[in-house]
């Protein structure tokens, strides 16, 4: 079964740190571009990162230069290290496969993120 | 960058047709075939129903469909049904092609 699994979410303080991972199984990992998109409670989505088969990363002006992407072929995963972490980043963290150009075809369940004192 | 703008909310009745705008900038919806469509139904994951403006997944039903025109998409549902009641997203490249960007979402409610 294709699948996508996240883990490492949690409640953190202003200003901590998080890395959140994401776990592909059913499909060869190395071939895709793999994004983070969140959600906070009650609003849209956001896209957050992406990572490509070739390793070149992308992000969000929200995030960019907080925010680092990277993955493990080898593991079959990738990883969102997020620093200087605000209350405006707290959400639902998903990781998703583009398995068409700029379309997102398999999700994960998501991870919370909450941010707060 | 920001958001793409769709409306906040439309409805309809079972058997009807709905259409829901996406509109963007040049800068992404004007310059790419890039637009894609998503179902969320509360406490759940996105679900992919349309790319590249108007490509359906396998799976996807055909009373779903996608068009652009300028700088706004739209996706249409014909037919309604009751499970169509859902948040849909459309998502667009931006940036020159550096990021991605959402809509802010469109509560479909079918009466």
């Known amino acids: 079964e294709v699948q996508l699994v996240e883990s490492g979410g949690g409640l953190v303080q202003p200003g901590g740190s998080l890395r959140l991972s994401c776990a592909a199984s059913?499909?060869?990992?190395?071939?895709?571009?793999m994004h983070w998109i969140r959600q906070a409670t009650g609003q849209g989505l956001e896209w957050v990162s992406a990572?490509?088969?070739?390793?070149?990363?992308y992000f969000s002006g929200s995030v960019k230069g907080r925010f680092t992407i990277s993955r493990e072929n080898v593991k079959n995963s990738f990883y969102l290290q997020m620093n200087s972490l605000t209350a405006g980043d707290t959400a639902v963290y998903y990781c998703?496969?583009?398995?068409?150009?700029?379309?997102?075809?398999?999700w994960g369940q998501g991870t919370l993120v909450t941010v707060s004192s | 960058q920001s958001a793409l703008t769709q409306p906040a909310s439309v409805s309809g009745s079972p058997g009807q047709s709905i259409t829901i705008s996406c509109t963007g900038t040049?800068?992404?919806?004007?310059?790419?075939?890039?637009v894609s469509w998503y179902q969320q139904h509360p406490g759940k994951a996105p679900k992919l129903m349309i790319y590249?403006?108007?490509k359906r997944p396998s799976g996807v039903s055909d009373r779903f469909s996608g068009s652009k025109s300028g700088n706004t998409a739209s996706l249409t549902i014909s037919g309604l049904q009751v499970e169509d009641e859902a948040d849909y997203y459309c998502?667009?490249?931006?940036?020159?092609?550096?990021?991605?960007?959402f809509g802010g979402g469109t509560k479909l409610t079918v009466l």
């Open positions: 998703a496969r583009e398995g068409y150009d700029e379309a997102f075809d398999i």
């Open positions: 059913g499909f060869t990992f190395s071939n895709y571009d």
């Open positions: 990572i490509g088969e070739s390793g070149k990363t």
């Open positions: 040049n800068n992404d919806v004007g310059s790419y075939k890039f």
């Open positions: 590249e403006v108007s």
């Open positions: 998502c667009s490249l931006g940036g020159s092609a550096t990021v991605d960007l």
